[in-house]
């Protein structure tokens, strides 16, 4: 059976992917890692998962990402680099608009 790693915070667990897991729960072995739960150890990390999900962009989880990427050769779904492309973009659209600059509307937790 697969094993699916999904790296996720409370809100978007609660309000945007509980029938996500719960479809992939019945073709895959899950494993949630909670970024609000979630105590760092990094002599204690053992990952057998097959893939990442990621849906979390705090500090900590960057860190957490970068760190599979770089010390596993599991692929992992919504990239570090892609996670802070992100939330760069929505930073520079927020100081454009306040400048006046008319830019397109963008959200973090679309």
Excluded: C
């Excluded at 509980?18 to 609000?36: C, F, G, R």
């Excluded at 010390?71 to 992992?76: A, G, Y």
């Excluded at 990239?79 to 959200?107: D, K």
């Amino acid at each position: 059976m697969i094993k699916i790693g999904i790296i996720i915070d409370k809100y978007h667990l609660q309000k945007k992917a509980l029938k996500l897991i719960d479809y992939l729960s019945t073709v895959a072995k899950i494993s949630l890692y909670l970024e609000e739960d979630y105590l760092i150890d990094y002599s204690n990390f053992d990952f057998n998962e097959d893939i990442f999900f990621v849906k979390a962009k705090s500090d900590l989880i960057l860190n957490l990402i970068k760190l599979i990427e770089r010390e596993t050769d599991i692929p992992v779904i919504n990239s570090s680099r892609g996670i802070w492309l992100a939330i760069n973009r929505f930073l520079n659209s927020t100081l454009l608009r306040q400048s006046g600059i008319r830019v397109p509307n963008f959200t973090l937790n679309a």
